[in-house]
């Protein structure tokens, strides 16, 4: 194979794309939405609007308000009267409203002090994140020692009236907010959807066209052509990951050890041929172009959702988690989250190893039936 | 038969053929449609019932009692009991799990004895999030445990009162809006197909030069397309409800609320279809727009609750309005500040307006 006629094949594909904007937007936009939608979930996920009425004046009232107001990884706290709370709770303005009652300071010295809790209960999810930090907030209030510990401090404990203490151990030495964990794996996305949707519309419209019979009747070997469509594909991605990396990169979204760049690109350009060898597969074996570029963003989607990039693997079913080991996107996502995000990313090797096997299958199987649809037909 | 009623006849029955000739297209709808809620349910997943390892050396009864708390307690574990704690670490190492919790073997032994026993815990601590929904709820469980045994220094606890009766599970109620969503794909999709194709074949500039106004006929197929995806919504539906056992409380307040949103999402694809005329990006792109409207919608949690900004540009979506009506027809809640009769007012004005837009649109295109 020469490499002068694969690189002249390959920007042959490449001078393609340019005359296909709408394509080109096709393979874009899926991505570009993905990551507005999770960043606006990052807004509603972390904290919840809550409003606190402290009508209590003792001292008992002002600390429980205090480790209240404290707690901004919970509450988006409105502090106001039970009038306004109630207010804002029936038009919607909070989930949530707080009472110290006038009645806690006394109640406390009693033993039966209440903290007044009225939930807009619409699903379980935003109910039980408010249940679980009012009810943390109280415990802090019965026993001070029992704040939440820092992940950053590999062992704490601590000691309580509950009688149960918990001695908390952290895997890793460090903290990843919901925004960046979510956010991240889209470029993973964006590699793919482009490889993928890229290379299978340009061998389907070869296919529709009759120009794959024009291009084995060519004096380039077959070998030399179908390559070329696949580097083509991952040329693509890569020149969009690229600078999207770079920009996030000097805006400090990311930051990147220097020592992990290799493995980044490793991660990147795994992803992007093996997202081009799917898009040979796809565009060979499916029949009509809108068809094609449909089944491949939806497909670049499922696979990123799948892989773990829009919830944590973890949390799935174990026939879906068992599913996901053979997907590329499980390795590329967690890799790339290990390299952006611990500080020991152990498990990158490995990961890395998989993605590029998982590669090569999809590029032999792609280059396979690519060459096979040019010469038959 | 007036000569308009034969021109849309015409095009409806044109589109038919269209449609009898892209099943493919269809199936592929309708496959991202229902998959697509089960999907969200990946999502819905992931914010309760972590996966957590139980390893308990004590067999006392408080040890039995506070599990039960754990088990039953805002949602927070699905519990797995294992014996072994170092093969527990390694699946929690591995990604398996995302917490172990360890009672120890005198457990119930040191409480009796008004010590306290030293629960330990294993976190993979993947996002703040999630470590931060653990960190909650094992205080949590003290609190109610310290309740339940009436223990002494527990001078303060939580009375609550729910505005509704009951919760819904998060997955439930992220499926009810999710049908929304699949009425966008499904008639947007079509709809949008329907009119671009007639530009990309060129029989638009046929439709032209006819008798009757040239706005007949394409509004014949979009009607075809809006009838057949109906019967699509009604499979994804159906696929829904069984599926996961949701029994809606209302359910001719749901079907009309999912005629209705066939009816925008039918004319805003055929706009869409007018404004692109090429059948390729269309798809593409109401797949595209889908999802952001969706998740601006109060698909999730109301959209109140996001803040005044998030909450107002919800207003522009059709999904607000219709995921505000189908909330309160499955489930009898209410998710917008707005009322019922407003909603419907808007979203039925949405209907007008995307008509309108669909006609002004095409017309544009055909001249």
Same mark, same amino acid.
């Given at each position: 194979m020469s490499l002068r006629a694969l690189l002249n094949a390959t920007m042959h594909d490449l001078y393609r794309w340019r005359r296909m904007p709408f394509t080109a937007a096709t393979a874009v936009v899926p991505p570009l939405a993905?990551?507005?939608?999770?960043?606006?979930?990052?807004?509603g996920v972390t904290t919840d609007p809550t409003a606190l009425v402290v009508e209590g004046r003792g001292p008992y009232s002002i600390r429980m308000a205090q480790i209240i107001e404290n707690d901004t990884d919970a509450f988006l706290l409105t502090v106001c009267d039970n009038a306004t709370a109630n207010a804002m709770l029936e038009s919607e303005q909070v989930l949530a409203v707080i009472i110290i009652p006038s009645t806690f300071d006394s109640d406390v010295k009693n033993g039966t002090g209440k903290v007044q809790l009225t939930l807009y209960n619409v699903d379980y999810d935003s109910s039980d994140d408010v249940r679980r930090a009012v009810a943390m907030s109280v415990v802090e209030f019965n026993e001070p020692t029992f704040a939440p510990p820092n992940p950053s401090d590999t062992n704490s404990s601590s000691t309580n009236p509950y009688h149960v203490s918990f001695d908390e151990n952290y895997l890793r030495a460090t903290n990843v907010d919901w925004f960046h964990y979510q956010l991240v794996p889209t470029f993973v996305l964006m590699a793919l959807n482009v490889g993928l949707v890229g290379t299978a519309v340009l061998s389907s419209i070869d296919e529709e066209s009759g120009t794959a019979r024009m291009r084995i009747l060519s004096p380039q070997r077959a070998s030399t052509l179908v390559a070329s469509r696949i580097l083509g594909g991952a040329i693509v991605c890569?020149?969009?990951?690229?600078?999207?990396?770079?920009?996030?990169?000097?805006?400090?979204f990311i930051s990147v050890p220097t020592d992990q760049i290799p493995a980044l690109i490793g991660i990147f350009a795994g992803t992007a041929v093996c997202a081009s060898g799917i898009g040979a597969m796809v565009g060979t074996l499916i029949k009509g172009t809108k068809h094609v570029a449909f089944l491949s963003t939806v497909l670049a989607t499922y696979l990123f959702i799948l892989g773990g990039g829009f919830s944590a693997i973890e949390f799935d079913p174990r026939w879906l988690q068992s599913l996901s080991v053979f997907l590329p996107t499980t390795y590329s996502i967690d890799a790339l989250r290990q390299v952006l995000f611990y500080p020991n990313p152990t498990g990158v090797p490995m990961s890395l190893a998989v993605?590029?096997?998982?590669?090569?299958?999809?590029?032999?199987?792609?280059?396979l039936l690519l060459r096979r649809s040019w010469l038959h037909g | 038969m007036g000569r308009q009623t034969r021109a849309f006849l015409g095009g409806m029955s044109a589109e038919f053929g269209r449609l009898r000739r892209s099943r493919l297209m269809i199936a592929l709808v309708l496959f991202q449609a229902t998959t697509f809620i089960v999907l969200v349910t990946l999502f819905g997943m992931t914010g309760a019932n972590a996966p957590t390892l139980v390893v308990n050396y004590?067999?006392?009864? #408080?040890?039995?009692?506070?599990? $039960?708390?754990?088990? $039953?307690?805002?949602? !927070?574990?699905a519990l797995t009991f294992i014996s072994n704690e170092t093969a527990g670490e390694n699946l929690v190492a591995e990604g398996e799990y995302v917490c172990m919790i360890v009672i120890p073997a005198n457990f119930t032994q040191n409480i009796q004895e008004g010590e306290t026993a030293n629960v330990t815990v294993y976190v993979d601590n993947i996002n703040t999030d999630m470590t931060s929904d653990i960190q909650r709820s094992l205080p949590a469980a003290a609190q109610t445990f310290g309740e339940q045994l009436r223990f002494e220094g527990v001078n303060a606890s939580v009375s609550?009162?729910?505005?509704?009766?009951?919760?819904?599970?998060?997955?439930?109620?992220?499926? =009810?809006?999710?049908?929304?969503?699949?009425?966008?794909?499904?008639?947007?999709?079509?709809?949008?197909l329907a009119v671009a194709d007639e530009f990309e074949s060129k029989t638009a500039k046929l439709l032209a030069v006819a008798p009757v106004h040239p706005l007949i006929p394409l509004m014949g197929r979009v009607m075809t397309s809006a009838l057949v995806s109906a019967g699509a919504v009604g499979l994804t539906v159906l696929f829904a409800l069984l599926g996961y056992g949701?029994?809606?409380?209302?359910?001719?307040?749901?079907?009309?609320?999912?005629?209705?949103?066939?009816?925008?999402?039918?004319?805003?694809?055929? =706009?869409?279809?007018? !404004?692109?005329?090429?059948?390729?990006?269309? =798809?593409?792109?109401?797949?595209?727009? =889908?999802?952001?409207?969706y998740l601006y919608s109060g698909s999730y949690e109301p959209m109140r609750f996001d803040g005044n900004n998030i909450w107002l540009a919800a207003h522009f979506s059709p999904e607000y309005y219709a995921v505000g009506l189908m909330e309160h027809a499955v489930f009898g809640l209410e998710v917008t500040p707005e009322p019922l009769w407003l909603l419907v007012l808007v979203l039925a004005g949405f209907a007008i307006g995307? #008509?309108?837009?669909?006609?002004?649109?095409?017309?544009?295109?055909?001249r």
């Open positions: 993905m990551m507005l939608i999770l960043s606006t979930l990052s807004i890569l020149l969009l990951i690229t600078p999207m990396l770079l920009f996030s990169e000097w805006i400090g993605l590029w096997l998982i590669a090569a299958a999809c590029v032999g199987v792609g280059a | 004590d067999s006392g009864p #408080l040890s039995q009692k506070f599990i $039960n708390i754990l088990e $039953n307690d805002h949602h !927070a574990f609550e009162t729910d505005i509704y009766p009951y919760d819904t599970s998060f997955v439930d109620y992220m499926i =009810a809006s999710a049908l929304v969503l699949d009425s966008l794909i499904i008639a947007g999709t079509l709809g949008a949701i029994t809606p409380m209302d359910p001719l307040g749901m079907a009309l609320t999912l005629l209705l949103c066939l009816a925008v999402f039918s004319c805003l694809g055929a =706009a869409l279809g007018a !404004a692109i005329k090429r059948t390729l990006p269309v =798809a593409v792109l109401v797949l595209s727009l =889908a999802l952001p409207l995307s #008509l309108a837009l669909a006609g002004i649109c095409s017309v544009r295109r055909l």
